[in-house]
């Protein structure tokens, strides 16, 4: 699967692939998600629920903290797609969610709509 690059207003951003598998490891999220950014070049992304590695909504799986200090150190913004019923997070990862909103690098969002007007303010 590779990420596709899409606008909306004036930013460049790229997109996984709906409904599918993309970052299977840890590792996919620098030598997938970073190289693609670099290489369109721009620093948001939109991915879905699917496109994330095993583990990620689970705080303890050590997965998200791992992507998140990758964003941060990068200075990428990502907002994932993920309908309520789609994923069923840890206790704590609303938790990490909610300091994660402070610096506006990665949020949840129940529609693709809501997450592009996220990533175009």
Not at 50 to 57: K, R, T, V
Not at 77 to 96: D, E, K
């Amino acid at each position: 699967m590779t990420l596709t690059r899409g606008t909306a207003g004036q930013r460049t951003f790229i997109e996984g692939p709906p409904g599918r598998p993309l970052l299977l490891e840890r590792g996919d999220v620098t030598t997938l998600l970073l190289e693609e950014c670099f290489a369109v070049p721009t620093r948001s992304a939109l991915l879905y629920a699917e496109n994330l590695p095993q583990g990620f909504f689970d705080v303890s799986s050590q997965v998200a903290g791992a992507f998140l200090q990758k964003l941060r150190t990068y200075g990428l913004r990502v907002a994932v797609v993920a309908p309520p019923a789609s994923v069923l997070p840890s206790h704590r990862f609303g938790q990490l969610l909610a300091a994660e909103s402070r610096d506006r690098t990665f949020a949840v969002f129940e529609s693709r709509a809501d997450a592009l007007a996220w990533l175009i303010e």
